[in-house]
């Protein structure tokens, strides 16, 4: 199996774990927490994810592509690793007497002031994950089975831990507890790859692309959690509750379309840097049919089941969510397409300022349609918000794109996805004159939708994509004569 074949396989093991951790912790958490405990914790942790991000000032995407360039000298990457580490430590303590200040001075944070503790020593912790080193050198098997242990001992500490309400600050100090063992792992195994040193560290130009990446980064925050921050000031912690639910599910399905986001950009960084135009084309090509292939009936199957999905997930509790579901279920496609043309285009080809003025638009869309919607919508508003904002952000990447690299969009496989996607409530339909439990709907309705759109890509469409990932399998060789 080539190298790139392995880091997919490794990093979609990594995704399926994203999915599954979610639909194990979930559906407890929110029923031991309710609605105001859950919008109390995601309304911290939204707030905290702009401190997060600010400390990280870009190195998570500019570290990959940095250490990619120089993954084949030990010395050159040890110097880069001990230089943005460096950094990364610098902005992380300004971070934290910023938040410490603002949580000390604000009545509605210091109501949950120990929320906001356990916040900073996740700001702290996370300067020595450095998942960026790891990915910069493919070493994606590691980061994969690290991650899939972690996840595991923070499941058993979740049903062993959280019983009540009370127990509020110990559900979200599980997310420290997996901060502290990533990066003490981290931390060991870097120590074996590379000499780390902050003696002779030259920083001056590393700032002026990573303040850019920032700014992209700062931005686009802005208008992802932004709308969960209005959101609780406008309205309550209750209608906080019931976005974060909709919102969390449909990011579930966020991991599986950005498998590919992680693996590729090292690969398009030295292909672009080489001028193997028809290597590039050829990844991209495939990474948007990849992202049409998932998406779409992704999105479908999550608004065909948005209320047995709110009712198994979260519980008769959030059935308000059901709506803000259905609609924010279609920002995978977005968000997907985003990927690609941001990451594995714009950014590999050094386009960081495309990128952020892009961002720069989505915050201005994203404020206006916010303010706007949410006094009379509530999370609905919210819903609608974030994907007007995802949607005009990507044509806007993708026209950024397109300029400076044509790569042909797949206009009749996503005719074809919408189509075969649409079987979805037919099946639906059939699967509730049998049973109307929400699991048993789910899963029956998932495992035909899923088997009917993969038969009908594969016999009816010919999808050559999807024959050719299939026909790698030993057993379904055969599928290279269709």
């Not at 499941?155 to 559900?171: K, Q």
Request: aromatic share 14%.
């Amino acid at each position: 199996m080539s190298g790139l074949k392995k880091n997919i396989v490794f990093n979609t093991l990594l995704s399926v774990s994203q999915i599954l951790f979610p639909l194990v912790t979930f559906p407890y958490a929110s029923r031991i927490l309710g609605p105001e405990g859950m919008g109390a914790v995601n309304f911290a942790d939204n707030f905290i994810t702009y401190f997060l991000i600010f400390s990280a000032l870009g190195i998570p995407l500019y570290g990959v592509r940095e250490i990619a360039k120089v993954k084949n000298d030990s010395i050159a990457l040890g110097k880069v690793y001990s230089e943005l580490i460096f950094i990364h430590l610098v902005t992380s303590l300004i971070s934290i007497l910023i938040l410490l200040g603002i949580s000390l001075s604000s009545n509605k944070l210091f109501a949950n002031f120990e929320l906001y503790q356990i916040g900073m020593a996740i700001l702290l912790g996370n300067v020595f994950i450095a998942e960026w080193f790891f990915q910069g050198i493919e070493k994606f098997k590691y980061i994969a089975i690290r991650t899939v242990v972690i996840r595991l001992f923070t499941i058993v500490l979740l049903f062993a831990l959280v019983h009540s309400v009370a127990d509020r600050n110990t559900y979200y100090a599980l997310n420290l507890v997996a901060t502290v063992l990533a990066a003490a792992t981290n931390m060991y195994s870097v120590s074996k790859l590379v000499k780390i040193s902050f003696k002779d560290l030259k920083l001056k130009h590393h700032l002026k692309p990573l303040f850019i990446i920032f700014s992209n980064s700062i931005i686009t925050t802005i208008y992802l959690v932004f709308d969960t921050i209005i959101l609780g000031f406008l309205t309550s912690d209750v209608y906080v509750g019931y976005y974060s639910a909709s919102m969390r599910i449909s990011k579930i399905s966020l991991a599986v379309i950005g498998v590919l986001s992680a693996v590729l950009l090292p690969r398009l960084t030295v292909a672009f840097k080489e001028e193997n135009w028809i290597t590039a084309r050829l990844l991209l090509h495939k990474s948007i049919n990849f992202v049409v292939f998932l998406s779409i009936p992704i999105a479908m199957g999550t608004y065909c089941l948005s209320a047995e999905i709110i009712r198994l997930f979260a519980g008769e509790k959030y059935l308000p969510a059901v709506s803000s579901l259905q609609i924010l279920c279609f920002i995978v496609v977005f968000v997907g397409m985003a990927q690609v043309f941001a990451h594995q285009i714009l950014l590999p080809l050094h386009q960081e300022r495309k990128i952020l003025y892009a961002s720069l638009f989505g915050v201005f869309v994203s404020l206006g349609l916010n303010f706007l919607l949410i006094p009379i919508y509530k999370q609905n508003g919210a819903a609608i918000s974030s994907l007007a904002t995802e949607f005009s952000v990507t044509l806007l990447l993708f026209f950024f794109s397109f300029k400076l690299f044509r790569v042909k969009f797949p206009i009749l496989e996503t005719l074809q996805a919408l189509v075969t996607s649409a079987s979805f409530f037919l099946i639906k339909m059939l699967v509730l004159k049998i049973s109307g439990v929400p699991i048993v709907v789910v899963i029956i309705t998932v495992l035909l939708s899923g088997l009917v759109y993969l038969a009908m890509q594969v016999w009816v469409w010919k999808n050559k994509n999807v024959l050719e990932v299939l026909a790698g399998f030993g057993p379904l060789k055969f599928l290279q004569k269709i």
